[in-house]
């Protein structure tokens, strides 16, 4: 069990993630678990009393500890960055006078593809969406707006789930998107997602809409906005339909969106700003992707490969 003044720390520290950087509600849990396991584990095994008494050889160990017990790379380094950054609030606000993480190193992540689909299988994925909408369902046609859309803008599908009606200008043919931290992005459509939503908003939602709707954009067949659980369901339904098409959910349309749009020659800058990477790090990792589909179709099509 962890010691009420690590708790008490730990909340102090969530409570200005939440306020003043106004960090999202999953963010914050994330923080929050992993500042709290790291300084519980502080308390069992170092017996430390109080902040001050963790030292640097402490985080090292906790950290290889975690590695020998199997957790992913990904995951100590997600958990590394949290105890770094709160370390360095509670020595900008006084708390210790040594922030003892500064020289905690991360483990590198293993690197790994996104899975994405062929351009052909997303075009395919959407002709079998607008034929679904054909018998006038308005589920349907809600599901052909919601692919349509999230292929065309590359958006997260929880960014997608979050749109109201109003985020969306038909006339510019752009959607307003608030991305993680609660910053605001302006991403264009083309005109197949434009009949699509169009189509969506004149026929489709009037029908589902109900008093408790509000201004979602999309909503469930009960009325309530949708939910991500019910858009990875969409996906993977239409997706056994499309042949040789791999298993993947909702965001392997924003990683083949990102993909598409290298291949056909977008500026890297372009993509950043809008799948709202903060980083162009994040976004080069499409330029892999599209490397190493370039090389699979090489060694397919060359004599001499």
Known sequence: MSSPWAQTLVEEFVTHLARERDLSEHTVRAYRGDVLGCLTWCVEETAAEDLREITLADLRSWLGEQS????????????????????????????????????????????????????????????????????????????????????????????????????????????????????????????????????????????????????????????????????????????RHVPDAPDVGPHALRHSAATHLLDGGADLRMVQELLGHSSLATTQIYTHVSAERLRRSYEQAHPRA
């Not at 606000?93 to 593809?113: C, F, Y």
């Not at 809600?142 to 985020?167: K, P, Q, S, W």
């Open 68 to 239: 020998r017990s199997g957790v992913a790379r990904s995951t100590l380094a997600r958990r590394s960055a949290g105890v770094r950054t709160f370390f360095a609030w509670a020595r900008r606000t006084g708390r210790v006078e040594v922030d003892p993480s500064v020289r905690l190193a991360s483990p590198r992540r293993n690197r790994t593809l996104p899975d994405v689909l062929s351009a052909g299988a997303a075009t395919e994925l959407l002709d079998i969406a607008a034929v679904a909408a054909d018998d006038d369902d308005p589920v349907h046609i809600r599901n052909r707006a919601v692919l349509e859309l999230l292929y065309a803008t590359g958006i997260r599908v929880g960014e997608l789930c979050g749109l109201d009606v109003d985020d969306v200008d038909s006339p510019r043919q752009v959607v307003r998107v608030l991305g993680k931290g609660r910053t605001e992005r302006i991403v264009p459509f083309g005109e197949p997602a434009a009949r699509a939503v169009g189509e969506w908003l004149a026929s489709g939602r009037p029908r589902l809409a109900t008093a408790a709707s509000g201004h979602a954009l999309f909503l469930g067949r009960r009325g309530g906005r949708v939910d991500q659980r019910q858009v990875r369901t969409v996906v993977h339904e239409l997706l």
